[in-house]
C-alpha cells in the first residue's frame, strides 16, 4: 500500500508541476529590439526609435514568422508617438489580415490594445509598423496576448503522464502474474536508458534549429492543413506559398502524419516535431535489438549492437545538425533490411516479412536510402544466388518484393507520375557534383568535439568494429556450423569498406566521371556522399559486434572492448555547444522561457537554409512571382462580383461581355484540379501565367460563378485503394495466423 501511494504521489506531482510550468495562454512579450528594425535607433534597454531627422518613410520594424492556430489575438505594443499617421500591420500568408493606426500618445509612454481574429491557421504571420517621417515614433515593447493559449502543450503532456501511469500499473500487474529474469528486466532498462540518453538533446526549452529542420517543419504544417482542406493523403500543400499550393507527394511523408496529427489537436509545432523524433529514438532500439538477436544468441552483442547504432555520430549529425528528418526515419527500418536479407537467404525464410516492413519503413521515409539499400543488396542476391535458389528461398524473396510494391503503391503512383510526366522544376537537384563533398579519410574517426553536433564521419566506435571484422578474417577460422552466416557478414563488411571508400576524397569521383560520363547523373542525384556513412555504418556494427562475441582471440579482452567501444559513443551524446539556448530564460527579467517563444515562432527564416524547395514547383513559379490575388486579364472588361478561396478551393463570380476574357487563380496548376461553372458543368483549364490556373469566361454579360477546387485523379485512388485492400489482407492473415498458434497452444 505504501509504494501504491508514493506512485499515486509521484503522478500527481508531476502533473502539478506541468501545470505549474504552462506558458501555453502566456502573452509573447517582445522588447523592440527584438524585432527585426529597418531603420532608426537603440539603446541597450530594448526600446527602438525614429524620428523625422533619420530622413525616412516606410516599413520601420516587423517582427519574425508566427505560427498561430485560428482564434481572436490581441496586439499590445508599449509605445510613444507624437503622430497619428504611423500604422501597424498584420500580414498572413502574403495578405494584410489587418491595419491600424498608432494612436499618438503627445510623447508619452502608452499601451494600447488591437484586436485582430485568424479563421485559419497560420504559419507565416507577421506584425509590421510604418513610420510615416512625421514626429517621433518610440517602441518599448510588444505583446501578443491570446484569447485562450497559443498552444496545448500543457494538456498533451499530462494526458502523455498519465497515460504512462496506467501502463506502468499494467505491466506491473503483468509482471506479477508472469514473473520475468533478472536477465530480462536487466535488458529492459538497459535499451529504456539508451532510448531517454539519445534524447537528451530534445529536453531543451529551446527549439534547436538545424539546416533542413524549416522545411520539414514546414511539411508538417502543410500535412496539418491539407487534412483540414479535405484531402487525405495529402497531395498538396493548401496554404504553402502564398496559397498557391505546394507539391507534397515527392517527399515520403507517412510518419509525418503523427505531428500532423498532433497539431491538428493544438500541441505545438516544436513539441509536435520532437515527439516524432523521440518515437523513432524508441523505435530504432526495439528494431535492432530484435534484429541482432534472431542472427546471435549473445547478449552481450545485441546490446552493444544497439547502444552503438543509437548513438552513431552520424545520426545525431542528421538529427541535431542537418535536420534531416527522411534519412533519419530510414535508419529506423536498416536493420529490418539487413536481417530480412539474412534469414531469406540462409536462416528462418518464414521471416521474409521482414523485409517488407524494412523496405517499406524505408520507402516512406527517404527516397535516396531507398535506392542505396536495393543497390546492395540486389548486389547481395546476386552473390548469394546459389542459397537463394536452395529451398526454393527466391520466392520468399518475390513475395516480399511484390507485396512491397503494393503496400507502397499508393505513394509510388504519384511519385512517379509527377516526377516523369509533371512539368517540375528540378534544375535545384543538380547544385552539388558528388566530388566536391568529398571528406578526409582521416575524419571517419571523429567521435567528439565541442563546436557542434557535426559528425560527417563514422567514429572511432564503428571503426574499432571494423578492426574486428578484420582480425577475425586475417586470424580466426570460420566455423562449419557458422559457415554460411559468416559468408553473409564478410558481405556486409565487404560493402562497408566499399561505402567507406565511396565518401572518401581518395575515390576519384571527378575524373571517373570525366572517363565514364554515364556514372555523373548517379554521383549528382546523391549530391552529398557523406549519405553513404549510414548505411556503412549499419554494416560495420552488424558485422563487428557479432564476431566480436565469437571472436576466440579477443575473449579475455571482450568485457574491456565493450567497455571502451559503448564508453566513447556515449561521449557523442554530450556534445552541445554553448549558446543563449543552454539557458530557460534570455534574460533575467522574462517572464516566459525561451522555448515559449520557439514553440510560436517555429519556423524563423533567418535560422533556416531551406523554406519550400524550388525543385517541386511548377517551373519558373519563384519567390518574386508569388502573389495571393486573382489575376484578370482585363480588369476594365470584367467584374469581380465575390471571390472567395479557402485552401486548395477557390469560387468567383463575374460578369463579362469582352470576348477571350480569362482569369488566373493563384493556384499552382498540378495535375487534379479542375474547374466547373455554377450549373455543375466542367469547364476546361490551362497554363496561366507563372504555370497558374487558368480559366476562360463567359462573355454573355450575365453572372456567372467558376469554382476550382483539387480531386486526386482516378489513377491515385486506384493506388490507394489497392495499398490499402492490401494492408488489410495482410493484417486478416497475421490475426488468423495468431489465433491459430493459439489454438496450437492450448491443445498442446
Not at 509521484?10 to 506558458?23: P, S
Not at 503627445?106 to 485559419?120: C, I, S
Not at 517621433?136 to 498519465?162: C, E, K
Not at 469560387?651 to 455543375?680: C, H, I, M, W
Amino acid at each position: 500500500m505504501k509504494k501504491k501511494v508514493l506512485y499515486v504521489a509521484a503522478v500527481l506531482a508531476a502533473l502539478i508541476f506541468i501545470w505549474l510550468g504552462k506558458e501555453d495562454n502566456k502573452p509573447l512579450v517582445l522588447k523592440g529590439t527584438d524585432l527585426n528594425q529597418t531603420a532608426g535607433i537603440s539603446d541597450y534597454t530594448g526600446l527602438i526609435a525614429i524620428d523625422e531627422s533619420a530622413a525616412y518613410y516606410g516599413m520601420f520594424a516587423y517582427t519574425d514568422d508566427y505560427v498561430l492556430n485560428k482564434g481572436t489575438y490581441t496586439i499590445r505594443p508599449e509605445y510613444s508617438n507624437t503622430s497619428s499617421d504611423n500604422i501597424i500591420e498584420v500580414w498572413d500568408n502574403g495578405t494584410k489580415v489587418a491595419q491600424w493606426s498608432l494612436e499618438s500618445t503627445d510623447g508619452v509612454k502608452t499601451a494600447r490594445d488591437y484586436t485582430f481574429t485568424l479563421d485559419k491557421d497560420s504559419q507565416q504571420l507577421h506584425i509590421r509598423i510604418y513610420y510615416q517621417g512625421v514626429g517621433s515614433l518610440i517602441l518599448n515593447t510588444m505583446s501578443l496576448i491570446p484569447q485562450g493559449a497559443f498552444y496545448r502543450d500543457a494538456p498533451y503532456l499530462m494526458v502523455l503522464v498519465i497515460l504512462l501511469a496506467v501502463s506502468g500499473v499494467f505491466l506491473a500487474s503483468y509482471e506479477k502474474k508472469h514473473p520475468s529474469s533478472r536477465e530480462r528486466k536487466v535488458t529492459f532498462l538497459i535499451l529504456a536508458g539508451l532510448c531517454l540518453y539519445s534524447s537528451m538533446p530534445l529536453f531543451i526549452q529551446a527549439f534547436a534549429q538545424a539546416d533542413d529542420v524549416c522545411y520539414h517543419l514546414l511539411r508538417i504544417e502543410g500535412l496539418k492543413d491539407g487534412m483540414l482542406d479535405g484531402q487525405f493523403p495529402v497531395v498538396i500543400f493548401p496554404e504553402a506559398l502564398a496559397g498557391n499550393g505546394y507539391l507534397n507527394s515527392m517527399y515520403p511523408y507517412l510518419f509525418l502524419y503523427i505531428p500532423a496529427f498532433l497539431r491538428l489537436l493544438g500541441v505545438s509545432l516544436a513539441l509536435s516535431y520532437k515527439t516524432l523524433i523521440f518515437l523513432a529514438n524508441i523505435a530504432t532500439v526495439a528494431v535492432i535489438y530484435k534484429v541482432l538477436k534472431s542472427m546471435t544468441p549473445s547478449r552481450y552483442a545485441c546490446i552493444l549492437g544497439t547502444a552503438l547504432y543509437i548513438l552513431l555520430p552520424y545520426r545525431f549529425t542528421n538529427i541535431y545538425a542537418r535536420g534531416a528528418l527522411g534519412e533519419t526515419l530510414a535508419l529506423t527500418f536498416l536493420p529490418l533490411i539487413i536481417g530480412g536479407f539474412y534469414h531469406v537467404l540462409m536462416a528462418d525464410k518464414k521471416k521474409w516479412p521482414w523485409l517488407v516492413i524494412g523496405f517499406t519503413g524505408v520507402i516512406e521515409s527517404h527516397v535516396l536510402s531507398t535506392a542505396t539499400m536495393a543497390v546492395i543488396f540486389s548486389l547481395c542476391c546476386l552473390l548469394f544466388i546459389r542459397d537463394l535458389l536452395q529451398d526454393k528461398r527466391w520466392l520468399e524473396m518475390v513475395k516480399a518484393a511484390a507485396l512491397t510494391v503494393l503496400l507502397n503503391l499508393w505513394f509510388l503512383v504519384p511519385f512517379l507520375y509527377f516526377f516523369l510526366k509533371e512539368n517540375l522544376y528540378q534544375k535545384a537537384l543538380d547544385w552539388s557534383g558528388f566530388s566536391e563533398y568529398s571528406i578526409n579519410a582521416s575524419f571517419l574517426a571523429d567521435t567528439f568535439h565541442t563546436n557542434d553536433y557535426r559528425f560527417l564521419s563514422l567514429g572511432l566506435p564503428v571503426l574499432g568494429c571494423a578492426g574486428i571484422c578484420v582480425l577475425k578474417l586475417v586470424c580466426e577460422k570460420s566455423e562449419e556450423k557458422n559457415g554460411k552466416r559468416d559468408k553473409f557478414l564478410t558481405y556486409l563488411f565487404g560493402g562497408a569498406c566499399v561505402l567507406t571508400f565511396l565518401v572518401t576524397g581518395y575515390f576519384g569521383s571527378k575524373t571517373l566521371k570525366e572517363l565514364i560520363p554515364a556514372i555523373e547523373p548517379v554521383l549528382r542525384t546523391i549530391q552529398f556522399p557523406w549519405r553513404l556513412l549510414a548505411p556503412a555504418g549499419i554494416l560495420f556494427i552488424f558485422a563487428g559486434v557479432i564476431w566480436l562475441s565469437e571472436s576466440e582471440v579477443l575473449k579475455p579482452y571482450r568485457n574491456l572492448v565493450f567497455a571502451f567501444l559503448v564508453g566513447v559513443n556515449l561521449l557523442t551524446c554530450l556534445n552541445q555547444p554553448y549558446n543563449q539556448n543552454n539557458f530557460a530564460y534570455k534574460d533575467y527579467d522574462d517572464t516566459t522561457t525561451v522555448g515559449h517563444q520557439d514553440k510560436i515562432i517555429g519556423i524563423p527564416k533567418s535560422d533556416a537554409t531551406v523554406i519550400y524547395p524550388y525543385e517541386w514547383r511548377i517551373d519558373a513559379l519563384m519567390d518574386d512571382k508569388l502573389t495571393s490575388d486573382l489575376q484578370l486579364s482585363d480588369a476594365e472588361k470584367v467584374t469581380v462580383e465575390n471571390y472567395e478561396k479557402k485552401g486548395t478551393h477557390g469560387t468567383l463570380t463575374y460578369r463579362t461581355s469582352g470576348e477571350g476574357q480569362y482569369v488566373d487563380f493563384p493556384l499552382q496548376k498540378y495535375l487534379g484540379y479542375a474547374a466547373e461553372d455554377e450549373n455543375g458543368e466542367k469547364l476546361e483549364i490551362s497554363y496561366g501565367n507563372n504555370y497558374r490556373i487558368r480559366v476562360m469566361l463567359t462573355s454573355d454579360g450575365e453572372s456567372h460563378t467558376v469554382s476550382v477546387r483539387y480531386r486526386q485523379p482516378v489513377i491515385f485512388r486506384l493506388s490507394q485503394a489497392v495499398s490499402l485492400l492490401t494492408l488489410l489482407f495482410c493484417i486478416a492473415l497475421a490475426v488468423r495466423k495468431k489465433e491459430r498458434l493459439a489454438r496450437r497452444f492450448r491443445h498442446v
